[in-house]
């Protein structure tokens, strides 16, 4: 257990639903990570978040997704009109980002999503 | 971002060492590496990291040559508990954020 939580584990919907998935990370983390890995693949990164603002985004995160860090602590990632394209496994990651050094980013158990 | 080769798989027998290289050959001067590992429905977990030379800790060791650009994991007796993937990855933390980019990684089996 690395001190990062996520909720719920396992989320199986319909296409064209919504979706919302929590992070909470190590309580100190000022830097939060959302990652998707789908079966066989590495996590590919998605968004970041320095305290509350959301600082990064991938390519990867059409407008159907929106991330939040509401007063830079647990943060929400919502997919809106789900697709089947979507199914995977999203990783939250938290870490204490200090300029100039190595950084260790702390992983949670990830959500995996079905989208029928 | 550096971009990290790997081998797509290893077989080990148990209590082997086993190595892992990874090619890192356009390594940016502030970039550090870092290995992660991960079990099927897990989220990957952080093993190691180094910037020059030799790092050890209680589950690995690290060794990087005067280059930088390569970098080998070594683990020491392995057991069935380490059938996993490993990721090595090259990044540093700037002004921005410190995104990590996977790889497919290396699938290590070990075998009784």
């Known amino acids: 257990d690395t001190g990062v939580s996520q909720n719920p584990r396992h989320k199986i919907t319909k296409r064209g639903q919504n979706v919302t998935f929590r992070c909470d990370p190590i309580s100190e983390h000022n830097r939060l990570y959302w990652y998707r890995q789908t079966l066989g693949q590495g996590p590919e990164f998605l968004t970041y978040?320095?305290?509350?603002?959301?600082?990064?985004k991938s390519r990867l995160l059409s407008d159907r997704f929106s991330a939040e860090r509401p007063k830079g602590s647990f943060s929400t990632l919502e997919i809106q009109r789900t697709e089947q394209g979507d199914s995977a496994m999203y990783l939250c990651?938290?870490?204490?980002?200090?300029?100039?050094?190595?950084?260790?980013?702390?992983f949670g158990p990830g959500t995996r999503l079905l989208v029928l | 971002l550096a971009k990290t080769t790997q081998p797509i798989s290893m077989d080990s027998y148990e209590g082997q060492e086993v190595n892992i290289t990874c090619s890192h050959n356009?390594?940016?001067?502030?970039?550090?590496i870092t290995w992660y590992q991960q079990f099927p429905s897990q989220g990957p977990r952080f093993i190691i990291q180094?910037?020059?030379t030799k790092v050890t800790n209680e589950v690995a060791s690290l060794f990087i040559p005067a280059d930088r650009k390569s970098s080998t994991l070594s683990l020491p007796r392995v057991s069935l508990s380490d059938t996993a993937v490993y990721y090595c990855?090259?990044?540093?933390?700037?002004?921005?954020?410190?995104?990590?980019?996977f790889g497919k990684g290396t699938k290590l089996s070990v075998i009784p």
């Open positions: 990855l090259v990044g540093a933390s700037g002004a921005g954020s410190y995104q990590l980019t």
């Open positions: 990651a938290s870490s204490l980002g200090v300029q100039g050094a190595g950084e260790t980013q702390y």
């Open positions: 978040f320095q305290n509350e603002a959301q600082l990064e």
């Open positions: 180094g910037y020059k």
């Open positions: 356009n390594i940016a001067t502030n970039d550090y």
